[in-house]
């Protein structure tokens, strides 16, 4: 989980956080970079957690470059927020989740900004807490991503926002934003994707399995495994050996009429496919 201070922050999808890699620090920035796997349909939540609990905080997110609000923390409040879906009204939000990027040919899209698809952008802010916020203003409507089909994140995901759903009502406050406490970038591909780029350690390789047709020489068959032989001294040797001998005799006969019908049929095949009859 990249930590920056007192800070922590990770991606969650079914209940469980995602793994990360390539974890990169900015000091300078407050920042932390790492890259994640999407996939495309699970649904998402940002989490973070400060171990300061005497202050009061509050976390932004931006979605492919889109504010989508924030989350306040009042002070020596002992809680992992969930950031889950959008409000688009005081009782009304929608869930995030993975999708496939829409592409066009159309020369108009040239011109859209590509450069936060693909991230999920967390800033962690200490605050002051002001008043109630009774002007809520409804979030536009913002269909799935779509850029030109010569652009960079070929193959890359975007943020689907679900359906209008109800939700607890909550309150809005106003803040005054004091300090940066930490940024936190989380850059989600396919995991296909991140393999490929060397991000993400490749699956270790499985040896194919032979079948029996492949594993080399047909086995031949022994006659002394075929033919069980007891020491039994009232058995009649000498029929047996008589009655073997005439199997094996009836045996040869048919392989011989066998391979007699094989080379008749392949004349005569001969002899359709040529069409021609020599009656000289």
Same mark, same amino acid.
């Given at each position: 989980? %990249?930590?920056?201070?007192?800070?922590?922050?990770?991606?969650?999808?079914?209940?469980?956080?995602?793994?990360?890699?390539?974890?990169?620090?900015?000091? @300078?920035?407050?920042?932390?970079?790492?890259?994640?796997?999407? !996939?495309?349909?699970?649904?998402?939540?940002?989490? $973070?957690?400060?171990?300061?609990?005497?202050?009061?905080? *509050?976390?932004?997110?931006?979605?492919?470059?889109?504010?989508?609000?924030?989350? +306040? /923390?009042? @002070?020596?409040?002992?809680?992992? %927020?969930?950031?889950?879906?959008?409000?688009?009204?005081?009782?009304?939000? =929608?869930?995030?989740?993975?999708? %496939?990027?829409?592409?066009?040919?159309?020369?108009?899209?040239?011109?859209?900004?590509?450069?936060?698809?693909?991230? /999920?952008?967390?800033?962690? $802010?200490?605050? !002051?807490?002001?008043? +109630?916020?009774?002007?809520?203003?409804?979030?536009?409507?913002?269909?799935?991503?779509? /850029?030109?089909?010569?652009?960079?994140?070929?193959?890359?995901?975007?943020?689907?926002?679900?359906?209008?759903?109800? @939700?607890?009502?909550?309150?809005?406050?106003?803040?005054?934003?004091?300090?940066?406490?930490?940024?936190?970038?989380?850059?989600?591909? %396919?995991?296909?994707?991140?393999?490929?780029?060397?991000?993400?350690?490749?699956?270790?390789?499985?040896?194919?399995?032979?079948? @029996? =047709?492949?594993?080399?020489? =047909?086995?031949?068959?022994? /006659?002394?495994?075929?033919? !069980?032989?007891?020491?039994?001294?009232?058995?009649?040797?000498?029929?047996?050996?008589?009655?073997?001998?005439?199997?094996?005799?009836?045996?040869?006969?048919?392989?011989?009429?066998?391979?007699?019908?094989?080379?008749?049929?392949? *004349?005569?095949?001969?002899?359709?496919?040529?069409?021609?009859?020599?009656?000289?």
């Amino acid at each position: 989980m %990249p930590t920056f201070g007192t800070v922590n922050a990770c991606i969650n999808v079914d209940g469980t956080s995602l793994p990360e890699y390539g974890v990169q620090t900015n000091e @300078a920035q407050r920042e932390v970079t790492c890259w994640i796997p999407s !996939e495309v349909g699970k649904n998402f939540s940002v989490s $973070w957690y400060t171990t300061n609990l005497s202050i009061e905080t *509050e976390g932004s997110v931006f979605l492919d470059g889109r504010n989508v609000g924030s989350i +306040i /923390i009042r @002070a020596y409040t002992i809680r992992r %927020p969930e950031f889950a879906s959008e409000y688009v009204s005081p009782t009304t939000c =929608r869930d995030f989740s993975f999708a %496939p990027i829409k592409y066009t040919d159309d020369d108009g899209y040239l011109s859209v900004p590509t450069q936060d698809v693909g991230n /999920i952008k967390l800033t962690i $802010w200490r605050i !002051e807490l002001g008043e +109630i916020d009774t002007q809520f203003s409804k979030f536009k409507d913002v269909p799935d991503v779509t /850029i030109h089909e010569r652009s960079k994140k070929l193959g890359a995901h975007c943020v689907h926002f679900g359906d209008i759903q109800n @939700a607890t009502p909550t309150t809005f406050y106003k803040t005054n934003k004091l300090e940066v406490l930490a940024r936190f970038v989380f850059k989600y591909r %396919p995991i296909d994707m991140l393999r490929a780029n060397g991000v993400v350690p490749p699956l270790p390789r499985q040896e194919p399995v032979k079948s @029996a =047709r492949q594993g080399g020489k =047909r086995k031949v068959l022994d /006659i002394s495994e075929a033919i !069980e032989i007891k020491d039994d001294p009232d058995e009649d040797i000498e029929g047996r050996v008589t009655s073997l001998k005439k199997e094996l005799k009836d045996l040869e006969s048919r392989r011989v009429k066998k391979r007699k019908v094989k080379v008749e049929n392949r *004349e005569l095949t001969l002899l359709a496919d040529n069409e021609v009859i020599d009656l000289t």
